[in-house]
C-alpha cells in the first residue's frame, strides 16, 4: 500500500548501498543524491557506463523492502513490515475461510473478477502509450529460430501450461467435490482451461504494452527490458507506472490486483489442507474454525523465514523445489493410478453417470490421453550452496513421503494376507465410493458390476468377484 501510494520507485533515496541508482530526478553517488546538472559538473561517468546500474524500482524493492542479504547463508533480522503485511494477509485468509466455502465463496466473487477489470484498464490505457505497439509485436512475434532448433524442449511448454492449471495440487479436486453429482464437470474443466489460456494471453498484451512504452521511453530494446518473476512484478512494471500521468492511480490498481490473485491462489490451497485434514478427522467438523485457525498460525510462523533478508532466496529455493519436480511426479502417479490401476475406462465409466453417455471416439481420446499422452509429456542464475540445495531436496521429497508413508500405513493396517494381496485389495475401490444419493446413477449401468469391488463382511473387507451367468456373489475373504 505505501508503494502504491507514495510512488517511492520514482527517485533515488538516501540507502547506503544505492549507489548504482539512476533515475530520471538524479544519480545517487557515495551516499548523496546528485541532479542532472551536478552529476555532469562532478564529471560522474562511472554509473553510467556500468552495464549493472538500476533504475529506482529496483533499489527500492531490494534495498528498502527485502533488505537483501548477499546470500541465501546471511539470514539476517525479520523485517518487521513484512512480517505485518504477512499477518495481515493471514488474517484475512482466516476470516474469509473461517466458514468454508460459504464465505470464500462471496469473496470469490470480487477477488475473481477484480482482477479482470484492473486488466482491461490498464490495457486500455497501455496500447495508448507511445512504444506499446512495439512491445506488443515483440510478444506475438515467434522465434522461429528457436523453434527449429532440436534443443528446444517442448516439454517446458506442456509444463508451464501443468503448472498454471495446477491440476496436482489438490484445489481443484476440493473445490470441485462441493459440486452437486450430475454437475457437468466435463464441461467445467474445458471453461477453465479455455479461460486459463485466453486469460494468461490477454495478460500477457497488457504486461507488454507497458514494457514497450518503458523500451521507448529508455530508448532500448524490448528484449533489454524484459524480466520474469518477482522482477516483472515489482520491478520492470512499477518502473512503468511511476513514468504515468496519476502514477499513483495506476499504481494502486496494479498492487490490489496482485493482492486479490495471491489471496485467490491462497484460498483454494488454504481449503485443501482443511479439507484434508477434516476428512481423515471428521470428529473435527465440529471444530472447522480451530482447524483452520491452527492451519493459519502453523502458515504464517512458517513464512517469517521469507521475511528476513535472505526470505527472497528461500522463496526461491521453496519454488525451484516444493513446486517443481515433486508435483509433476504426483501428477504422473495420478494419472498411472487412474488410467492403469483403477481402470480408464471404468473412470470414464464413473463420468458418465454424472454427465451422461458419450461417444466412443471421446473415450478413445481421454483414454491415450490419461495412458500414454500426459504422463510422457511431465517426463519431459544466483548459486545456491551445498547445503541449500540439500534443504530443497527435503523440501521437494517430503510431498512423496506423505504419499508413500500413507501407502505403508495402509499396507500395515490392511488384513492378513500375503503382501500381493494387500495391494490387490489396497487397489480396489471402497465400499463407500460412488454418489451419495444411488439414485443419481444412470439406470442402464450397474454401479457394482464391477470386478473385485470390495464389500465388507462382519466389519472385515473381502473382495467380491462378480460372475456374469450368476446373480450370486462368492465372497473371497483376505
Not at 37 to 49: D, F, G
Not at 56 to 81: H, K, N
Not at 273 to 295: E, G, S
Not at 424 to 437: E, F, I, K, V
Amino acid at each position: 500500500v505505501h508503494k502504491s501510494f507514495a510512488c517511492v520507485t520514482t527517485n533515488c533515496y538516501s540507502y547506503e548501498e544505492a549507489d548504482k541508482c539512476i533515475a530520471d530526478n538524479g544519480t545517487y553517488y557515495h551516499k548523496k543524491c546528485h541532479s542532472p546538472s551536478e552529476v555532469i559538473k562532478l564529471n560522474i561517468t562511472y554509473l553510467a557506463e556500468q552495464e549493472d546500474k538500476r533504475p529506482p524500482a529496483e533499489e527500492y524493492f531490494t534495498i528498502q523492502v527485502l533488505g537483501l542479504s548477499s546470500g541465501i547463508e546471511e539470514t539476517g533480522e525479520i523485517r518487521i513490515r513484512m512480517a505485518c503485511c504477512l499477518l495481515l494477509a493471514w488474517i484475512i485468509v482466516f476470516l474469509c475461510l473461517s466458514k468454508g466455502v460459504q464465505s470464500s465463496g462471496k469473496v470469490v466473487y470480487f477477488t475473481a473478477l477484480f482482477p479482470y477489470v484492473v486488466l482491461v484498464i490498464l490495457f486500455i490505457r497501455g496500447v495508448s502509450l507511445p512504444g506499446a505497439s512495439t512491445g506488443i509485436l515483440f510478444y506475438l512475434t515467434p522465434d522461429w529460430h528457436q523453434l527449429a532448433n532440436a534443443q528446444i524442449e517442448f516439454g517446458d511448454a506442456a509444463v508451464q501450461i501443468f503448472f498454471a492449471l495446477s491440476p496436482a495440487w489438490g484445489g481443484l479436486i476440493t473445490l470441485a467435490s462441493y459440486n452437486k453429482f450430475t454437475n457437468n464437470c466435463y464441461k467445467d474443466s474445458l471453461i477453465v482451461a479455455i479461460s486459463n489460456i485466453l486469460t494468461s494471453f490477454f495478460a500477457g498484451l497488457v504486461i507488454f504494452s507497458v514494457i514497450g512504452f518503458l523500451a521507448h521511453e529508455l530508448k532500448v530494446e524490448v528484449k533489454n527490458v524484459v524480466d520474469q518473476g518477482a522482477g516483472l512484478a515489482f520491478i520492470v512494471y512499477p518502473e512503468v507506472v511511476a513514468r504515468l500521468p496519476v502514477s499513483p492511480l495506476w499504481s494502486l490498481l496494479f498492487f490490489v490486483m496482485l493482492l486479490t490473485l495471491g489471496l485467490d491462489s491462497q484460498f483454494a490451497l488454504m481449503e485443501t489442507v482443511t479439507t484434508a485434514i477434516l476428512d481423515r478427522f471428521p470428529n473435527l467438523r465440529d471444530y472447522k474454525i480451530w482447524v483452520v485457525l491452527a492451519v493459519a498460525v502453523f502458515g504464517y510462523f512458517g513464512g517469517l523465514i521469507f521475511t528476513t533478508n535472505s526470505g527472497m532466496y528461500w522463496l526461491q529455493l521453496v519454488d525451484k523445489y516444493a513446486a517443481n519436480w515433486s508435483v509433476l511426479l504426483i501428477a504422473i502417479s495420478e494419472c498411472i493410478l487412474i488410467s492403469w490401476v483403477y481402470g480408464a475406462n471404468r473412470f470414464l465409466r464413473d463420468i458418465q453417470d454424472m454427465i451422461g453417455q458419450q461417444s466412443k471416439l471421446w473415450m478413445f481420446f481421454w483414454t491415450w490421453m490419461w495412458k500414454v499422452i500426459t504422463p510422457a509429456a511431465l517426463l519431459d542464475d544466483y548459486v545456491y550452496p551445498k547445503w541449500a540445495d540439500a534443504v530443497g531436496w527435503l523440501i521437494g521429497v517430503f510431498p512423496l513421503c506423505v504419499v508413500i508413508g500413507m501407502g505403508a500405513y495402509k499396507l500395515s493396517t490392511a488384513p492378513e494376507g500375503s503382501l500381493s494381496e494387500k495391494i490387490r485389495l489396497l487397489c480396489q475401490p471402497t465400499p463407500d465410493w460412488g454418489p451419495a444419493n444411488r439414485r443419481n446413477i444412470n439406470a442402464l449401468t450397474t454401479y457394482d458390476s464391477v470386478r473385485n469391488t470390495i464389500v465388507l463382511v462382519n466389519g472385515l473387507p473381502v473382495i467380491q468377484e462378480s460372475h456374469a451367468d450368476s446373480e450370486s456373489l462368492e465372497d473371497n475373504r483376505l
